[in-house]
């Protein structure tokens, strides 16, 4: 399966890699199927492991307008595109992602990693400030921000936020879409785990005592030493909460 067709016409490039029993990895919002690779490959000796571009990126298409509903589609196309129900793993905007899409997929199970969720006003201007600094003509500062604000800048390089700027106005637009989510009613209907870093951001913390709280089948996990960035510089111990949960 090198790509899958969204409802409304998008083509979103995939890869998938093992054998096993099926599961989805959702990335967020400065990254791409790339970025999940050290995870799925942790993950393929005992799984079927699918990755996906999100639209806006890598081999994926986009639409003239963009619509969060596009991406809850989006997955949902991926996973009806897998042989069985798969666990549903998602990090930071793909835990948004899987959050919102879990009421109407066909998965067994959902692992949230500090998914992006808002319970209070911590960066409700952030995708304004991003947009500024595009305005400017300054795509990296744009960045920048993000990372600064996210509180992921000591985890990642130079070469990182040179690639991100590639696609600074999609990090702009799913901000947003961050900062003007409700999540009043988050009930995914599934077993849910939710995945902390010790290093985690506060706010990102937040979330998931909230989604804790509200959740009817919940689990929590947290991994030590550890921050937002664990898929890649610690998939093998994500991998381990991962396979222990699905389990």
């Known amino acids: 399966m090198d790509s899958v067709v969204s409802a409304d016409g998008t083509e979103l490039g995939c890869r998938v890699r093992g054998d096993g029993p099926p599961v989805v990895l959702v990335h967020g919002t400065s990254g791409s199927k790339a970025h999940m690779s050290r995870l799925a490959r942790a993950l393929a000796d005992d799984f079927t492991v699918v990755t996906y571009d999100r639209r806006g990126r890598g081999d994926s ?139 985690g951001p506060d706010h990102l913390r937040r979330a998931v005592d909230y989604l804790e709280a509200e959740l009817e089948d919940v689990e929590r996990a947290a991994i030590p030493d550890t921050g937002h960035m664990a898929v890649i510089t610690d998939p093998e111990r994500v991998a381990a909460v991962i396979r222990e949960f699905a389990d």
Do not use: M
């Open 61 to 199: 298409g986009d639409a003239d307008e963009y619509d969060f509903q596009r991406e809850l589609e989006d997955l949902r196309a991926v996973v009806d595109a897998v042989d069985g129900d798969p666990v549903v793993f998602g990090h930071s905007f793909g835990g948004l992602i899987a959050l919102s899409a879990a009421p109407d997929l066909d998965a067994e199970r959902l692992v949230l990693f500090e998914p992006s969720v808002l319970v209070d006003d911590y960066h409700e201007t952030l995708s304004d400030r991003i947009r500024e600094r595009i305005a400017a003509g300054d795509r990296e500062g744009g960045v920048e921000a993000f990372f600064e604000t996210v509180g992921t800048i000591d985890q990642v390089g130079q070469p990182v936020v040179k690639r991100a700027a590639t696609i600074v106005e999609t990090i702009a637009r799913e901000i947003e879409v961050v900062e003007s989510s409700d999540v009043d009613d988050p009930e995914t209907g599934l077993p849910t785990l939710l995945v902390l870093g010790e290093h």
